[in-house]
């Protein structure tokens, strides 16, 4: 590239001239913090400094003559971030973008960079000059910030959230429950036995739903306040599966309704065990809840590439298309309903998705009504990279309007 200064000298203090030529290239090479380096207008790169070394980890044998596209990530390559960025250093005389880039070995990082054209005396475009510095652990901090703040923000709309539910559906049933103990109370002499006994079964049966709702709640914020809880580990889903059959054995054989589990011992998956079991005894529950006399609910497995996948089966009385549309997006008016219909309160749904999703997994299900339920939920056979749910269930789903 032509320099219009390659004649001018640098003095010493020695009185020694030095070509400023030389001296500014010493200095360019001396900015350890930072890349910088030339491409010709076939936007190929003909300099490279020791800072781009450092960064990138390419030697300048190893990448002079190489298209600059080379340390763009590939989602960027292939929408033109390259092409772009010389697009606005042309017509700007500057072109800043920060984004993350690729070393030598392909690990990212994130680099604030800008290009600027560079001119002969005649103003025609003879190259570019590239600057770029490391600033990964500013992201980090910046995104870690960030995190923080939503975290806080999301805390706080999750805290209205609960309020709101206990308000809407905890405190009209008890207030009804009061109402009613009140009657029996006040009249036990002359209400007749069998209104009584009808009173105190309903009764019976509200403080059951009220406390099922309570426990959802209380164990949606013991996972969502307290993350160290979850603690993936090599779990045999077996043992698990044995607890909540274990669990429902006497409700379900009060129903009638036989439970079957056909997952052999040592069917690892990794997982948070409190979570799975969780897991496993809401669908348990549900499909109890909605079998009659001489159902059958089947538990199995099966493997899919690097998941395991439990399935819950039973014959019972289906789903609704409503209800299947609903059934992960519930709102306060449908928890109402739900409940006033004995088809349990639709938190536990949620949670279990929840749950799920924080273990690397999914939820799926097929259902038709009059032809029974079978859910499937996937897990991970071995520890992968945790997920961004951040073990939270997200209570505006459940409010999407009043």
């Known amino acids: 590239m032509p320099n219009r200064i390659r ?45 781009a070394i450092t960064i990138f980890q390419y030697e300048p044998g190893e990448i002079l003559q190489q298209h600059f596209d080379i340390i763009f990530t590939d989602e960027d390559k292939q929408n033109g971030i390259p092409a772009l960025e010389i697009k606005a250093a042309l017509e700007s005389g500057k072109a800043i973008n920060n984004r993350w880039h690729i070393r030598k070995d392909g690990s990212r990082f994130y680099a604030q960079g800008q290009v600027f054209p ?55 049933p008890l207030a009804r429950m009061i109402s009613i103990t009140d009657y029996l109370r006040s009249d036990f002499d002359v209400i007749d036995p069998a209104e009584f006994k009808k009173l105190l079964k309903h009764l019976n049966k509200s403080v059951k739903e009220e406390l099922n709702m309570l426990d959802y709640l209380v164990e949606w914020a013991r996972i969502k306040y307290a993350s160290q809880v979850f603690t993936p580990t090599k779990t045999d889903i077996y043992d698990f599966v ?45 499909a109890i809840r909605h079998s009659g006399e001489g159902d059958l609910v089947t538990i199995s497995s099966y493997n899919s590439d ?93 409010i999407a309007s009043e």
Do not use: C
């Not at 207008?41 to 300099?47: A, M, Q, V």
């Not at 998956?269 to 348990?284: F, P, R, T, W």
């Not at 298309?321 to 992960?328: G, N, P, Y």
């Open 242 to 286: 044995l607890k909540a059959i274990e669990t429902y054995q006497s409700t379900a054989s009060a129903n009638h309704v036989k439970l079957e589990n056909h997952i052999k011992k040592n069917t690892f998956v990794y997982a948070d065990g409190k979570m799975i079991l969780s897991v496993i005894q809401n669908i348990i529950a549900n």
């Open 7 to 51: 004649s001018s000298t640098f003095k010493t203090q020695s009185n020694n001239e030095f070509p400023v030529e030389d001296f500014f290239n010493q200095v360019i090479d001396s900015l350890q913090d930072y890349s910088i380096f030339t491409i010709d207008t076939n936007f190929k790169i003909n300099s490279w400094n020791s800072g």
């Open 118 to 172: 560079v001119k002969s005396i005649s103003g025609e475009a003879i190259g570019f000059v590239k600057i770029l510095r490391d600033l990964t652990e500013n992201k980090r901090t910046e995104d870690a910030i960030n995190k923080y703040i939503g975290d806080l923000e999301e805390l706080i709309t999750h805290k209205d959230k609960i309020l709101a539910i206990l308000s809407h559906d905890l405190r009209s």
């Open 306 to 398: 690097n998941d395991m996948v439990v399935v819950i089966k039973d014959s019972g009385s289906g789903m609704s298309a409503e209800t299947q549309q609903k059934l992960f997006t519930p709102n306060l008016e449908s928890l109402a309903s739900s409940r006033n219909q004995n088809q349990g309160a639709g938190i536990g749904m949620l949670l279990t998705k929840s749950f799920l999703e924080t273990n690397g997994g999914k939820i799926w299900f097929e259902s038709s009504e009059g032809n029974g339920t079978t859910f499937y939920f996937s897990l991970p056979l071995t520890e992968r990279p945790p997920t961004n749910n951040n073990n939270n269930l997200n209570f505006s789903e459940i």
